[in-house]
């Protein structure tokens, strides 16, 4: 039997899921480590910088403004219409980005909480974001990743090259490589500058995740 739930974060689990996600509930110990607990799950994180707040990408389609400090929100954002995936910040800490099942990508006023741009072109889910300077990259379940000015809105490139969905990006420490990650088994590396690829990486035997750079290295990992 299928339960049908108006919340979003079960979908279409069956009943018998539902009661046993139930019975992990009471096992779980929310005063350990100074837990925060979420209505919905957390699909993404971004702590700011003074670490008193953190920003939390959701399923249940918001995106919070939590105090560390307290463990309550202090701002929700609204407006996508499918799981928030995905979580930018602004130097500054004015501006939220956040990516969507939806397709898109959503920029906020951390200050108001209102969506003041709404950045569209994908046709698949958006899996990663990552704020570059003036642009913002999004890695997409279309294979795709496209490379946004946030002044403007408007897309000025769109990265191919990948067969499969982009689930991963990082910035090199001077910020003139990109690195995607995905589920096609490869990592590519991009010029910012140009748009091109100048490096794939293989070797993975399933879909690559995670990544990032540290130093002058590249770390990754992938689901096997």
């Known amino acids: 039997m299928t339960n049908v739930s108006s919340n979003p974060g079960h979908f279409f689990q069956t009943d018998a899921e539902l009661e046993k996600q139930k019975e992990k509930e009471k096992k779980y110990n929310y005063t ?24 939390i990408a959701e399923s249940a389609f918001t995106a919070r403004k939590i105090n560390l400090e307290t463990g309550n929100a202090v701002k929700i954002f609204k407006g996508h219409d499918g799981p928030a995936t995905s979580i930018a910040l602004s130097p500054d800490e004015q501006t939220l980005f956040t990516g969507s099942w939806d397709k898109t990508v959503k920029q906020w006023d951390v200050k108001t909480g209102e969506c003041v741009k709404t950045f569209i072109g994908h046709t698949d889910f958006v899996k990663s974001i990552l704020l570059v300077g003036k642009f913002l990259f999004s890695g997409s379940a279309d294979a795709h990743i496209r490379q946004w000015d946030i002044t403007t809105g408007e897309c000025v490139r769109d990265l191919k090259g990948h067969t499969r969905s982009v689930e991963c990006l990082a910035i090199s420490e001077d910020g003139t490589k990109l690195f995607s990650a995905s589920s096609d088994r490869t990592i590519r590396k991009w010029n910012v500058e140009s748009g091109q690829a100048e490096k794939v990486y293989e070797g993975h035997e399933t879909n690559v995740f995670a990544l990032t750079v540290w130093d002058e290295e590249l770390w990754t990992g992938t689901a096997f």
């Open 32 to 55: 350990a480590g100074n837990a925060v607990k979420t209505p919905s799950k957390v699909l993404a994180l971004k702590v700011s910088q003074g670490r008193k707040y953190c920003y």
